[in-house]
């Protein structure tokens, strides 16, 4: 399996600057090869391509050896190689008719990370191993980083990369090779139906609740936000309010992180086989606006679902879980999402009228009651058990 790990760095002051320099003058080489291509086709119809770019690096570097050149090739072909895969992207969304979104220029507060593509090539992952007490990472042109290693490094190190979080860096590992843990077998089974109410809710009648991090926050978020509306572009101050914007969506996204990962391992210690559905966050938080010839109804109380959806976090709660069980031997298993919370458990009976509120369900066939998230659920597991065994009868 491969898997990532983050730790937080510990710099210390002539390394955080050079950290800094480091992020700095990777950013202008993305702005520059991005401006380059721009120029490229606009003057001369021409496509400059990842392969051209990083051919004429080594040039670049030969005539600023105090500036790009003290960097890593590899890292800085990387960054490259970010700029081509935003190109591709680009071009995808054009071919499936979507909005474009043309590649645009990083400012300051919009890149935030070096990756070095192979551990040994210009970085090395515990390169002080004689250290009794302390991990150290050595970056090329920042020397020797003294690491916060809260949990064993398994696996082969492959990729490494430096991430600036406001004041704090980190640095993330990708590691190859992860052996799995596999946990005692329960004999249990479970069907979850995620929600705004309760985050997950279980087959067997379960409910997690969802602490709704961001509106809990919301009053301490917009004071920041006005705060930081009525100070003067480029100033020292309006950094200072902007940094404690940040740290707030920062707290409140660990939070979030935090409660989803204690969910997902209690799931994956309680079943052997966990269904959920196949759901599309993507496209169920699309806005409701619609167009200046067909405006959207309810946009107001669409722009608020969205929200509670997005601050649930239902997308990241299912990465997590899916690694989780691949991690720990589990079964996963995807459904389709389409009439789940309609459907009878009992008869089977689908109808709209079914559903009474966002709590209750009363079947207008059979008059079968329930609380709806846990009817939804039943279904999804029984949905969930068909798809195994066509499966294994295929």
Not at 29 to 47: D, F, I, M, Q, S
Not at 137 to 146: C, D, P, S, T, Y
Not at 169 to 197: K, N, R
Not at 303 to 326: P, Q
């Amino acid at each position: 399996m491969r898997r990532s790990l983050k730790f937080l760095l510990r710099p210390t002051a002539r390394q955080a600057a050079a950290l800094a320099a480091c992020l700095e003058d990777h950013r202008q080489l993305y702005n520059a090869a991005l401006e380059h291509r721009r120029t490229a086709y606009r003057k001369a119809g021409v496509t400059v391509r990842y392969g051209d770019q990083s051919a004429d690096l080594k040039h670049v570097r030969a005539d600023d050896p105090g500036g790009q050149g003290r960097w890593s090739f590899s890292s800085q072909q990387a960054t490259l190689r970010r700029l081509d895969k935003a190109f591709a992207a680009f071009f995808d969304r054009v071919k499936a008719g979507r909005t474009p979104g043309f590649p645009r220029f990083k400012g300051r507060g919009r890149f935030g990370t070096v990756t070095w593509p192979k551990d040994g090539d210009g970085c090395r992952w515990d390169s002080q191993p004689e250290h009794p007490t302390a991990t150290f990472v050595r970056l090329q042109g920042v020397g020797h980083v003294r690491v916060h290693r809260h949990r064993p490094v398994k696996g082969r190190v492959k990729t490494i990369s430096v991430q600036r979080e406001g004041n704090r860096w980190f640095v993330v590992l990708s590691c190859d090779e992860v052996p799995a843990q596999p946990l005692p077998a329960t004999g249990a089974a479970a069907g979850i139906d995620l929600g705004v109410a309760s985050l997950v809710t279980t087959s067997g009648g379960g409910h997690t609740g969802n602490p709704r991090h961001l509106a809990a926050s919301a009053d301490r978020l917009a004071a920041a936000q006005r705060d930081l509306a009525r100070k003067q572009r480029g100033s020292r101050r309006r950094r200072k309010a902007a940094a404690r914007v940040a740290a707030l969506h920062a707290q409140v996204r660990r939070q979030r992180l935090d409660h989803i990962h204690k969910t997902a391992l209690a799931l994956v210690r309680d079943y052997d086989l966990i269904v959920h559905e196949a759901l599309k966050v993507a496209n169920m938080t699309r806005s409701a606006s619609g167009t200046a010839e067909q405006p959207g109804r309810g946009v107001a109380a669409k722009s608020g679902l969205n929200r509670s959806i997005l601050d649930a976090g239902w997308g990241v709660f299912l990465t997590v879980l899916a690694y989780k069980a691949e991690s720990t031997g589990r079964e996963l298993i995807a459904v389709e999402p389409r009439n789940t919370s309609r459907t009878c458990a009992r008869c089977g009976h689908c109808a709209k009228e079914n559903r009474l509120t966002q709590a209750a369900f009363a079947c207008t066939a059979c008059g079968h009651a329930a609380h709806a998230d846990v009817n939804a659920a039943i279904n999804i597991l029984r949905a969930g058990l068909a798809l195994r065994e066509a499966a294994k009868a295929a």
